[in-house]
């Protein structure tokens, strides 16, 4: 049987600070418990994934995913990595609903390439690379979703800047995600926020110096385990989002449903106007929490932080 080498990588959730985070106010986000999994063999230059529809066949010149070449170019300019390798990618993490399923994909398999290359898949070349890739997707990319995919933890960031926060999360405080399928473009949703910025920016910059305070005080609530605390600075971290315009009425209505089944706390995480909800919630809520946000006709995930970031998996032929 010819070597399979194998690499998993987590997505991410903001809990707190995102749209303040892009005027340079702190941001706290942390790696969860789903992952982009990798596995590479020998073959002709081939990357693939039927889940995610991507496919980059050097041998004929296909590519459909830039930032993925990017990885590959790059890992043969540091390394002179071959082209005689076949990864195919597999992923639980939501795709395009601010989740890090792009870095997580980029991550695990810069890691996989380097591991079957004999290369000691070290985290800060996995993190250089990542990033490249990153470049690729993103405009000006924070560099949050690959830090968080390459080392794990909760991190908070600010201006470019990232610091793990010292925590041992406690096994019975779950995060439950729920996707709220709707659609929207990232760069759209910030865009009308700094224009609403502009317009009101008296009152808009006490609001964003509120959400720093709110940030500089949820790390001290997860250094001290006190997530009673951060569950309520959760939910007055979602009103200041919906004061900047970015919620909706599916949004709180899911938001609602968490609280109301006993979340220590619920808001958006990410853009806003759609995609995902995230409550904190204890390992006794989770069940009424599963029930409610399914009587919305939504699928939830419940998820971990996940503290060690990208690594090798089993190959589980
Ligand atoms: C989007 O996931 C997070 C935002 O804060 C945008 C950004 O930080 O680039 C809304």
Same mark, same amino acid.
């Given at each position: 049987m010819s070597r399979m080498v194998c690499s998993l990588a987590?997505?991410?959730?903001i809990l707190l600070g995102e749209h303040f985070v892009v005027k340079?106010?702190?941001a706290i986000g942390a790696a969860v418990t789903l992952y982009a999994r990798v596995c590479v063999s020998r073959?002709?230059?081939?990357?693939?994934?039927?889940?995610l529809g991507l496919l980059l066949d050097l041998s004929s010149n296909t590519v459909n995913d830039k930032g993925l070449y990017r990885v590959v170019e790059e890992l043969a300019g540091r390394f002179g990595l071959k082209r005689d390798f076949h990864a195919t990618i597999?992923?639980?993490?939501?795709i395009s609903s601010g989740m890090g399923s792009s870095a997580a994909v980029a991550v695990s398999t810069t890691h996989a390439l380097l591991s079957f290359a004999g290369v000691e898949p070290d985290k800060k070349v996995?993190?250089? $690379? %990542?990033?490249?890739?990153?470049?690729?997707?993103?405009?000006?990319p924070s560099?949050?979703?690959?830090t968080l995919s390459t080392y794990g933890g909760v991190m908070v960031y600010e201006r470019g800047v990232f610091n793990r926060v010292k925590t041992r999360w406690p096994d019975d405080v779950l995060i439950v995600i729920a996707d709220s399928g709707v659609k929207r473009s990232t760069g759209s949703v910030v865009a009308d926020v700094l224009n609403r910025y502009d317009k009101y920016s008296k009152v808009m910059s006490r609001i964003y110096d509120a959400a720093s305070e709110l940030v500089r005080d949820a790390i001290k609530s997860i250094e001290t385990g006190d997530f009673a605390r951060l569950g309520e600075l959760m939910n007055i971290n979602h009103g200041l989002l919906?004061?900047?315009? $970015? %919620?909706?009425?599916?949004l709180e209505s899911i938001v609602w449903a968490m609280r109301d089944a006993g979340a220590l706390g619920a808001k958006i995480s990410g853009a806003g106007r759609g995609g995902i909800v995230i409550g904190l919630v204890e390992t006794s809520k989770v069940p009424s929490v599963i029930e409610k946000i399914k009587s919305l006709g939504l699928a939830p995930l419940v998820v971990q932080i996940d503290?060690?970031?990208?690594r090798r998996a089993p190959d589980n032929r």
């Amino acid at each position: 049987m010819s070597r399979m080498v194998c690499s998993l990588a987590p997505g991410k959730v903001i809990l707190l600070g995102e749209h303040f985070v892009v005027k340079g106010m702190p941001a706290i986000g942390a790696a969860v418990t789903l992952y982009a999994r990798v596995c590479v063999s020998r073959g002709q230059g081939r990357v693939e994934s039927r889940q995610l529809g991507l496919l980059l066949d050097l041998s004929s010149n296909t590519v459909n995913d830039k930032g993925l070449y990017r990885v590959v170019e790059e890992l043969a300019g540091r390394f002179g990595l071959k082209r005689d390798f076949h990864a195919t990618i597999d992923s639980e993490i939501p795709i395009s609903s601010g989740m890090g399923s792009s870095a997580a994909v980029a991550v695990s398999t810069t890691h996989a390439l380097l591991s079957f290359a004999g290369v000691e898949p070290d985290k800060k070349v996995v993190w250089e $690379v %990542s990033f490249e890739a990153e470049k690729v997707y993103h405009v000006r990319p924070s560099g949050v979703d690959n830090t968080l995919s390459t080392y794990g933890g909760v991190m908070v960031y600010e201006r470019g800047v990232f610091n793990r926060v010292k925590t041992r999360w406690p096994d019975d405080v779950l995060i439950v995600i729920a996707d709220s399928g709707v659609k929207r473009s990232t760069g759209s949703v910030v865009a009308d926020v700094l224009n609403r910025y502009d317009k009101y920016s008296k009152v808009m910059s006490r609001i964003y110096d509120a959400a720093s305070e709110l940030v500089r005080d949820a790390i001290k609530s997860i250094e001290t385990g006190d997530f009673a605390r951060l569950g309520e600075l959760m939910n007055i971290n979602h009103g200041l989002l919906s004061s900047i315009g $970015v %919620s909706s009425r599916v949004l709180e209505s899911i938001v609602w449903a968490m609280r109301d089944a006993g979340a220590l706390g619920a808001k958006i995480s990410g853009a806003g106007r759609g995609g995902i909800v995230i409550g904190l919630v204890e390992t006794s809520k989770v069940p009424s929490v599963i029930e409610k946000i399914k009587s919305l006709g939504l699928a939830p995930l419940v998820v971990q932080i996940d503290d060690e970031g990208v690594r090798r998996a089993p190959d589980n032929r």
